[in-house]
């Protein structure tokens, strides 16, 4: 395992993982999206950072991109985005 993390709750996946239709083991979001991928990004053409790339249109179904590397997938404060908004809900919940 490394510090690859799931881009919908932060679970560890493991990087000899990431067929089409693998899953976590956590909240079984499907490992091969865009949004776990190391070119990801939102401020580049088509949000991603690999210019010979074909675009994908739903970044959170798997695909067959033939340039997908499993991303750290973690905000830069050590934690997912998707965990971040789990914080911050639960934070606010009872308000």
Do not use: W
Not at 50 to 65: I, L, T
């Amino acid at each position: 395992m490394s510090d690859s993390g799931c881009y919908q709750c932060g679970e560890a996946l493991d990087p000899d993982r990431t067929g089409r239709l693998e899953t976590c083991g956590k909240c079984h979001a499907h490992v091969r999206v865009c949004y776990n991928c190391r070119f990801y990004g939102r401020a580049a053409a088509n949000e991603c950072a690999e210019p010979a790339a074909e675009p994908v249109h739903r970044k959170d179904k798997p695909n067959n991109c033939d340039f997908f590397r499993l991303s750290g997938g973690k905000a830069s404060s050590g934690i997912s985005e998707a965990a971040a908004r789990e914080q911050l809900k639960n934070l606010f919940k009872n308000f």
